[in-house]
């Protein structure tokens, strides 16, 4: 599946942003999908994730109550709702498709289990 990640930009922390993934190219409902960040001179890390049917979404503990993830398999697409943002928010944001990982107990497919990655979009929190 192919996916096309928007909506980043330049928020003053304390703001909100909603990034949005389209799906195209494969039967989106089947797939669990993922949000991951990359911060400039870290690793990867999962943000959230949220199961093929919608009913079960998983957090990174840094974001939880802040963060929401969901998808609308009508029209193929994932968002991630982002409020009151920080500075240490500041990354790309990636969207991720899993064929066969699950979100399971508030846990979300480990980085590995995603095949399918968008072209990530830059979130930028600063004053």
């Known amino acids: 599946v192919q996916l096309q990640a928007s909506g980043g930009g330049l928020v003053q922390p304390g703001g909100s942003l909603k990034l949005s993934c389209a799906a195209s190219?494969?039967?989106?409902?089947?797939?669990?999908m993922g949000w991951f960040r990359q911060a400039p001179g870290k690793e990867r890390e999962s943000v959230a994730g949220i199961s093929r049917g919608g009913g079960r979404t998983a957090y990174a503990d840094s974001v939880k109550s802040r963060f929401t993830i969901s998808r609308d398999n009508a029209k193929n697409t994932v968002t991630l709702q982002m409020t009151s943002l920080k500075p240490e928010d500041t990354a790309v944001y990636y969207c991720?498709?899993?064929?066969?990982?699950?979100?399971?107990?508030?846990?979300?497919?480990?980085?590995?289990?995603?095949?399918?990655w968008g072209q990530g979009t830059q979130v930028t929190v600063s004053s």
């Open positions: 991720a498709a899993s064929r066969y990982g699950t979100v399971v107990s508030n846990i979300m497919p480990s980085e590995h289990e995603y095949g399918d």
């Open positions: 190219g494969g039967p989106f409902r089947t797939y669990t």
